[in-house]
Nanobody, 124 residues
Framework: QVQLVESGGRLVQAGGSLRLSCAASGGTFSSYVMGWFRQAPGKEREFVSAITWSGDNRHYSDSVKGRFTISRDNAKNTVYLQMNSLRNEDTAVYYC?????????????????WGQGTQVTVSS
């Protein structure tokens, strides 16, 4: 059983930057595809980004492409989401996910493990 714990969420001004971290335990971290989803108030949860175990393949939603960067450190069992040029619409709870399928996917069903989420609030 893999446990995922997110951190780094906070209140930030529009245009600012933030880095989220997700620490994994209880499994073979390097074998999992890792990713991030988010859910804004009153909206459905949506895919943000994902990265393969090697880091060679990274995928982003159109809404964050060019502003967010996903990375991972397999030695530390941690995945990161660097968020730049933040906008009000980035306000959401951000969830870390892990999947054993071996490929990046935007589908929630491909991810077996989910963290509890961390709140990111972007103010004008």
């Amino acid at each position: 059983q893999v446990q995922l714990v997110e951190s780094g969420g906070r209140l930030v001004q529009a245009g600012g930057s933030l880095r989220l971290s997700c620490a994994a335990s209880g499994g073979t971290f390097s074998s999992y595809v890792m990713g991030w989803f988010r859910q804004a108030p009153g909206k459905e949860r949506e895919f943000v980004s994902a990265i393969t175990w090697s880091g060679d393949n990274r995928h982003y939603s159109d809404s964050v492409k060019g502003r967010f960067t996903i990375s991972r450190d397999n030695a530390k069992n941690t995945v990161y989401l660097q968020m730049n040029s933040l906008r009000n619409e980035d306000t959401a709870v951000y969830y870390c996910v892990a999947g054993g399928g071996g490929f990046v996917s935007e589908s929630e069903s491909e991810y077996d493990y989910w963290g509890q989420g961390t709140q990111v609030t972007v103010s004008s």
